[in-house]
């Protein structure tokens, strides 16, 4: 941002950074904005002496409410009817707050009557709310997703050509490659809205009798101003509310709406408390309420996993892991008796030792045991999958508002590799190293064109890798030619008219790394180590599995990719050969796609194992 003197009398903030820069800014702010109100809440909830667990239930549900909230509002009827006929969200542009401040009370309300908490707890937003808003409004300033209208008062703001200001003002016809026009700055107004009433409800914070009223004060002002300085927004800002009604943006009339009918209230129930009434005990909450909301939580933030953005996924998951792991700390201590707690959790892992002391060990002169020896290996591999490519033609990627130009591409692609190695054991540990040998066909095709690219990719990877029964770690590096593309809601252009959104590159490294012993439970985490090839989309994989006592070699895993889910199978039947086998597969909605894609990917490969040497 620069200070850029527009005329002799007006000293109008220029932000000149790119859209994708604004972007960034606005998620920072977004991510401060919900710590902000988290660690206010938490701090609230232990002064009132409220149970950890429905407290935390109830800000982690109520946060996936009021994320999905300030999407859904945004739905048109169409929007409804894809949702409806096939059962995934169409893509969301836009966040509309309003939205989110009606879906996330509703829950919280719902939720509190349920944890049997008092109405007091909802005063805990009154003031947090507001200056939450007032944080977060800093990033839609920096993104230039919520201008406002062109003004000549001195604090107007102007953004560089990109931002969704300037393009709205150039379709206009108002401006042309210098800045935008002068407008007013409409977040820095929502942040003094915000500021002032925090200062108002802290104010009157002893005035009001009635418990939850704060809320209704804080809320009711809120709307009512927000509803005022809605007339110094652009119409063309708003994701959803912007339609002019005699005279009046439909944004206005809803909040000045909602803003009178939280006043009402209050003041009915001020008017209607005739004594105080007495608190009632809190009470723990059931195992059963505990279990549902947690689980519902889970569940609706992974099917929701491809919708969210990821800054979205973030904030929810701050929240969302720790809940879990409080949540099931109680289950644990309410279930158990706490002289046998110790004793239970050591019971839950007998049977797991047990059944490792039936494995059997694996001798040095085992016919199939691990010694030192040479390999050669094949392989093949191949699949198809689904992505897409955008390109922002204004605003700001993850702002309130955006224009966004997506382009979907259909993908396949087939790999042969050769690998050749030597394997060397001392005493518990391996030392292998090698290199494989790819080549390979990928073929890039836009969806609803004619428009086709075809790459060829070839490449050689060294590698080593060194081993014990419970770690492994391991490196590497491909050099080449070689190709890529993942499923990501990132791959933004620089240009509108993209024919491609495929990576390349000559040198890319890989590593390995795995904690646990492979015979019993294990977790390993590759990159860009599948063989025969990793590209163009298994550059990144996470996986749990396990040997179940079989020698070295054995394994069955599932776990996760850049591209979908997967499982792996291992297969050592003597000392010579080796199978290995992977399937990865994943349902994705494409932007502008009636009906869900399929992506799937195999990789087969066997291994030969010669000149069997002992120990070294």
């Given at each position: 941002?620069?200070?850029?003197?527009?005329?002799?009398?007006?000293?109008?903030?220029?932000?000149?950074?790119?859209?994708?820069?604004?972007?960034?800014?606005?998620?920072?702010?977004?991510?401060?904005?919900?710590?902000?109100?988290?660690?206010?809440?938490?701090?609230?909830?232990?002064?009132?002496?409220?149970?950890?667990?429905?407290?935390?239930?109830?800000?982690?549900?109520?946060?996936?409410?009021?994320?999905?909230?300030?999407?859904?509002?945004?739905?048109?009827?169409?929007?409804?009817?894809?949702?409806?006929?096939?059962?995934?969200?169409?893509?969301?542009?836009?966040?509309?707050?309003?939205?989110?401040?009606?879906?996330?009370?509703?829950?919280?309300?719902?939720?509190?009557?349920?944890?049997?908490?008092?109405?007091?707890?909802?005063?805990?937003?009154?003031?947090?709310?507001?200056?939450?808003?007032?944080?977060?409004?800093?990033?839609?300033?920096?993104?230039?997703?919520c201008f406002g209208t062109p003004t000549e008062m001195p604090w107007g703001?102007?953004?560089?050509?990109?931002?969704?200001?300037?393009?709205?003002?150039?379709?206009?016809?108002?401006?042309?490659?210098?800045?935008?026009?002068?407008?007013?700055?409409?977040?820095?107004?929502?942040?003094?809205?915000?500021?002032?009433?925090?200062?108002?409800?802290?104010?009157?914070?002893?005035?009001?009798?009635?418990?939850?009223?704060?809320?209704?004060?804080?809320?009711?002002?809120?709307?009512?101003?927000?509803?005022?300085?809605?007339?110094?927004?652009?119409?063309?800002?708003?994701?959803?509310?912007?339609?002019?009604?005699?005279?009046?943006?439909?944004?206005?009339?809803?909040?000045?709406?909602?803003?009178?009918?939280?006043?009402?209230?209050?003041?009915?129930?001020?008017?209607?408390?005739?004594?105080?009434?007495?608190?009632?005990?809190?009470?723990?909450?059931?195992?059963?309420?505990?279990?549902?909301?947690?689980?519902?939580?889970?569940?609706?933030?992974?099917?929701?996993?491809?919708?969210?953005?990821?800054?979205?996924?973030?904030?929810?998951?701050?929240?969302?892991?720790?809940?879990?792991?409080?949540?099931?700390?109680?289950?644990?201590?309410?279930?158990?008796?706490?002289?046998?707690?110790?004793a239970l959790l050591c019971l839950t892992f007998i049977p797991v030792f047990?059944?490792?002391?039936?494995?059997?060990?694996?001798?040095?002169?085992?016919?199939?045991?691990?010694?030192?020896?040479?390999?050669?290996?094949?392989?093949?591999?191949?699949?198809?999958?689904?992505?897409?490519?955008?390109?922002?033609?204004?605003?700001?990627?993850?702002?309130?508002?955006?224009?966004?130009?997506?382009?979907?591409?259909?993908?396949?692609?087939?790999?042969?590799?050769?690998?050749?190695?030597?394997?060397?054991?001392?005493?518990?540990?391996?030392?292998?190293?090698?290199?494989?040998?790819?080549?390979?066909?990928?073929?890039?095709?836009?969806?609803?064109?004619?428009?086709?690219?075809?790459?060829?990719?070839?490449?050689?990877?060294?590698?080593?890798?060194?081993?014990?029964?419970?770690?492994?770690?391991?490196?590497?590096?491909?050099?080449?030619?070689?190709?890529?593309?993942?499923?990501?809601?990132?791959?933004?252009?620089?240009?509108?008219?993209?024919?491609?959104?495929?990576?390349?590159?000559?040198?890319?490294?890989?590593?390995?790394?795995?904690?646990?012993?492979?015979?019993?439970?294990?977790?390993?985490?590759?990159?860009?180590?599948?063989?025969?090839?990793?590209?163009?989309?298994?550059?990144?994989?996470?996986?749990?599995?396990?040997?179940?006592?079989?020698?070295?070699?054995?394994?069955?895993?599932?776990?996760?990719?850049?591209?979908?889910?997967?499982?792996?199978?291992?297969?050592?039947?003597?000392?010579?050969?080796?199978?290995?086998?992977?399937?990865?597969?994943?349902?994705?909605?494409?932007?502008?796609?009636?009906?869900?894609?399929?992506?799937?990917?195999?990789?087969?490969?066997?291994?030969?194992?010669?000149?069997?040497?002992?120990?070294?």
């Amino acid at each position: 941002m620069e200070i850029n003197l527009i005329n002799p009398a007006q000293v109008s903030a220029t932000f000149d950074h790119s859209p994708t820069l604004g972007g960034w800014y606005f998620d920072v702010f977004y991510l401060l904005a919900f710590t902000f109100l988290t660690c206010w809440l938490l701090f609230e909830g232990k002064k009132r002496a409220y149970p950890w667990v429905s407290w935390l239930l109830i800000l982690t549900a109520s946060r996936l409410a009021f994320i999905v909230g300030t999407k859904l509002i945004t739905f048109n009827l169409s929007d409804w009817l894809y949702l409806l006929q096939n059962l995934a969200f169409p893509p969301a542009q836009g966040k509309v707050i309003l939205g989110g401040l009606i879906l996330g009370l509703l829950t919280f309300i719902g939720l509190v009557r349920l944890f049997r908490l008092d109405w007091g707890s909802l005063d805990t937003l009154a003031i947090v709310v507001p200056l939450s808003i007032a944080i977060q409004r800093m990033g839609c300033l920096l993104a230039g997703c919520c201008f406002g209208t062109p003004t000549e008062m001195p604090w107007g703001v102007t953004y560089s050509a990109g931002n969704l200001p300037h393009y709205h003002y150039f379709m206009q016809g108002w401006v042309e490659s210098g800045p935008s026009l002068s407008i007013h700055p409409f977040p820095i107004y929502e942040a003094l809205n915000g500021l002032t009433v925090a200062l108002l409800v802290w104010l009157f914070r002893s005035k009001l009798r009635s418990k939850g009223n704060l809320l209704l004060l804080s809320l009711g002002l809120w709307a009512i101003i927000r509803g005022g300085i809605e007339a110094f927004r652009d119409p063309a800002s708003h994701a959803f509310g912007g339609e002019i009604f005699w005279g009046i943006k439909l944004m206005q009339w809803l909040l000045v709406g909602f803003g009178i009918l939280f006043l009402g209230v209050l003041v009915l129930r001020e008017l209607a408390l005739k004594k105080k009434i007495n608190q009632r005990p809190i009470q723990e909450p059931s195992t059963i309420l505990i279990a549902s909301v947690l689980l519902s939580t889970v569940i609706l933030t992974w099917i929701g996993r491809s919708w969210l953005s990821p800054t979205e996924l973030l904030v929810m998951n701050l929240l969302l892991f720790p809940c879990m792991g409080v949540c099931g700390y109680y289950l644990f201590q309410k279930h158990t008796q706490a002289q046998m707690r110790w004793a239970l959790l050591c019971l839950t892992f007998i049977p797991v030792f047990l059944m490792s002391q039936t494995w059997k060990e694996v001798s040095a002169n085992d016919s199939i045991a691990p010694q030192s020896y040479d390999f050669v290996k094949i392989g093949y591999g191949g699949g198809n999958f689904y992505n897409y490519g955008k390109y922002l033609t204004s605003g700001s990627p993850d702002g309130c508002s955006s224009n966004l130009r997506y382009q979907n591409f259909e993908y396949s692609y087939w790999n042969t590799g050769l690998g050749v190695g030597r394997v060397k054991q001392k005493k518990d540990n391996w030392l292998t190293y090698g290199a494989n040998l790819g080549y390979g066909k990928f073929t890039e095709s836009m969806v609803d064109s004619t428009i086709v690219n075809s790459f060829q990719s070839f490449n050689v990877q060294p590698y080593v890798l060194w081993e014990s029964e419970w770690f492994a770690t391991g490196v590497g590096m491909h050099f080449g030619k070689f190709h890529w593309s993942d499923v990501s809601t990132k791959n933004e252009q620089t240009s509108p008219y993209f024919t491609s959104i495929t990576n390349k590159a000559g040198i890319y490294p890989s590593a390995y790394a795995r904690i646990g012993k492979e015979r019993i439970l294990f977790v390993d985490y590759q990159f860009s180590n599948v063989f025969p090839s990793p590209f163009p989309g298994l550059r990144s994989q996470f996986g749990i599995g396990s040997g179940f006592g079989l020698p070295r070699g054995n394994y069955l895993k599932f776990g996760v990719n850049n591209l979908g889910e997967f499982f792996e199978i291992k297969a050592s039947p003597n000392e010579k050969i080796q199978f290995n086998g992977m399937y990865s597969w994943r349902t994705n909605q494409l932007p502008g796609m009636m009906e869900q894609t399929k992506n799937s990917q195999f990789l087969l490969s066997i291994q030969y194992q010669f000149n069997h040497r002992g120990r070294d």
